[in-house]
């Protein structure tokens, strides 16, 4: 699946290929702060736990997998944006609900970036699949992501514990009702 360029951003599925990539943006210890506290991901870590998890969800007929996002102006890698169905390692899994996450380069915070991308990518997810929700998780002091949320529609669910194989932390969920 190919997406069209955003006004200055292009897009592109990503995969085991671009572990280089993701080992880059999981330097930046404020990157990392609200997923583990700060902790700089290993490239071990890339390729035996995160390339295999991205596996599991990349549909690429359905647009289910990470977005790399390059910015048009110097065709700079500053991010990925996340699309897969809500709860996908659980057993309540909801294709239905597509969750929308994304990690960005701090050089590129505060400049809309995450948002634009998001809802560039999540109109043409919606558009393909037939969709009750679009849904997200957020550290509950993670405020630039949570404002991400409500830019693109969300409203506040819940606050609660989120458990899957990578990570366990308290959370708040957003979601926006489709239908």
């Given at each position: ?154 409203h506040f669910v819940k606050q609660a514990i989120h458990s ?16």
């Amino acid at each position: 699946m190919a997406l069209d360029n955003s006004l200055r951003l292009t897009y592109r599925l990503m995969d085991e290929d671009d572990a280089k990539l993701l080992f880059e943006l999981d330097q930046d210890e404020a990157v990392m702060k609200y997923l583990n506290g700060g902790v700089k991901t290993t490239m071990d870590d890339i390729v035996n736990r995160f390339i295999p998890r991205l596996n599991a969800f990349h549909n690429e007929p359905k647009g289910w997998g990470l977005w790399q996002v390059n910015t048009i102006d110097g065709d700079e890698f500053i991010g990925w944006i996340l699309v897969r169905p809500m709860h996908f390692f659980s057993p309540e899994r909801d294709d239905s609900d597509i969750e929308l996450g994304w990690r960005f380069k701090q050089c590129s915070w505060g400049k809309g970036y995450a948002t634009e991308a998001a809802d560039h990518i999540a109109t043409h997810i919606i558009a393909l699949n037939n969709l009750k929700a679009m849904s997200a998780v957020a550290a509950v002091d993670n405020l630039g992501s949570i404002a991400i949320m409500k830019k693109l529609g969300m409203h506040f669910v819940k606050q609660a514990i989120h458990s899957d194989p990578a990570w366990q932390a308290e959370v708040v969920y957003y979601t926006k009702q489709l239908t």
